[in-house]
């Protein structure tokens, strides 16, 4: 237990230290006269510009005036705050404007520690939950290591200014709360809302939990108790911001999402037949917005019915959740790296399940790799040598898309096995 407990507290200082040594090398690297590409990711820029903003009204980002910088919520003038959607392309929820404030009177890499430091906390969160699913200190240790503590996406997307480790925070969180036979419906439903808030998606996990609280049946009071308790939850949360800041909030860090088409190369086999279409995507067309509907069918269709399936149990909950996020983001009308942390949280929490073939432990990490070298190879092409391989790129994308589909029933087949028989029968959530 003692080797256990030291194992832990030196990879846990180790990947801490990492961290921090590539936010000072960020920092030195991006002030080299002579550096053609930022280390910080392009969104920091963004986060921090909206957080000048908020907490300079009537100020432009150089310090000159700039009447119209102000919340413009009805209560808008009363807080004194500025307009953090002044900056173009803020698509998020003002609360991460408000945390990142201390960029402006403290430093401008305090952020990117916040960040470092978000992640630091989801690793716990995964030891706890791995303790609350039975599985051993040793292999927690491991697949947390090499999932999360080690993984060159998760320390590199986290160093480089993005916000996502917050919000796998906040989706532990819920996990965790879920999990946990000291927590109550009340503090996961908050926890849920608060996620939401935060981003849209994690509301797909309303599925799993709506199956897991109506277990043995399909609806439940209490489960109809969590929906109204997490509704009122989002609209407590949502609120204050929207009588702060008005439309402006809701039409940006929501609505803007819904009805978000991104003709720039992703992931996502919807970014061609959207660029074929982008010069008339600002005029009506008929059928557009049948088409936007059915651009979301798959994805909510399918993670909505995972969810309902694979949330009947608590202990499969961890599995329920990473299944759901991986159907949401393969068929997400927009998919870029940063969107793979969403299920990468997860993975510590699902791997010790899988009972896979010594072939699968290989090929699973091979075709996955495999598939978005042959995409980014493409899209190098693109980016940088201006090539016109628009068509073989959106090739490019069905193939990552079929092999996220194979993964995923290859994924399933293993939980399967590794399943065991007294797991058949549903239980209470806590």
């Known amino acids: 237990m003692l080797t256990s407990a030291l194992s832990w507290r030196n990879l846990f200082t180790a990947a801490f230290i990492l961290r921090i040594a590539l936010v000072a090398y960020s920092e030195y690297h991006d002030s080299l006269p002579t550096t053609k590409v930022k280390y910080t990711d392009v969104d920091y820029r963004v986060f921090s510009d909206a957080a000048k903003f908020l907490w300079n009204p ?13 919340a413009k919520g009805p209560l808008g003038s009363l807080v004194g705050l500025g307009d953090p959607y002044e900056r173009p392309t803020y698509r998020y929820t003002p609360l991460l404007a408000l945390l990142l404030i201390p960029n402006e009177i403290m430093n401008p890499a305090f952020g990117k520690v916040l960040f470092v430091i978000a992640d630091m906390v989801a690793a716990l969160l995964l030891r706890r939950i791995a303790k609350l699913t039975n599985i051993s200190n040793s292999n927690a240790n491991a697949y947390i290591a090499l ?26 969180a819920v996990l965790h709360s879920a999990l946990s036979h000291k927590s109550s419906d009340g503090k996961t439903a908050f926890l849920l809302a608060l996620a939401v808030h935060f981003k849209i998606y994690p509301f797909i996990y309303g599925a799993a939990f709506l199956s897991l609280l109506s277990a043995p049946g399909w609806l439940s009071a209490r489960a109809v108790r969590f929906a109204v308790m997490s509704l009122c939850w989002l609209a407590v949360l949502t609120l204050p911001f929207y ?3 008005g439309q402006a909030f809701l039409q940006h860090a929501y609505l803007y999402h819904i009805g978000r088409l991104d003709h720039r190369h992703n992931f996502s086999p919807y970014f061609y037949p959207t660029y074929l279409s982008y010069p008339a995507l600002d005029t009506p067309r008929p059928g557009a917005s049948l088409a936007l509907l059915f651009s979301f069918l798959p994805q909510l269709g399918l993670s909505g019915i995972a969810g309902l399936l694979l949330g009947r149990r608590r202990e499969n909950l961890p599995f329920a959740f990473f299944v759901q996020t ?31 073939e010594r072939w699968e432990k290989i090929a699973l990490p091979s075709v996955w790799v495999a598939a978005q070298a042959l995409w980014l190879s493409i899209a190098y092409g693109l980016e940088f040598e201006r090539r016109q391989v628009f068509l073989p790129l959106w090739v490019a994308s069905m193939v990552f898309l079929v092999a996220n589909g194979w993964l995923l029933s290859r994924m399933l087949r293993a939980y399967a096995r590794g399943a065991e028989p007294s797991s058949r029968e549903p239980t209470r959530a806590y």
């Open 243 to 245: 009588l702060v800041w």
């Open 326 to 356: 991986v159907i949401f983001v393969t068929f997400n009308k927009v998919c870029t790296s940063q969107y793979f942390l969403w299920y990468m949280w997860f993975l510590p929490l699902v791997l010790p399940r899988l009972h896979l």
């Open 147 to 172: 999932s999360w503590l080690f993984n060159p996406l998760v320390f590199s997307i986290s160093t480089r200014g993005s916000s996502e480790s917050i919000l796998g925070v906040l989706v532990l």
């Open 58 to 70: 009537r100020r432009d980002l150089l310090g000159g005036a700039r009447e119209d910088n102000v």
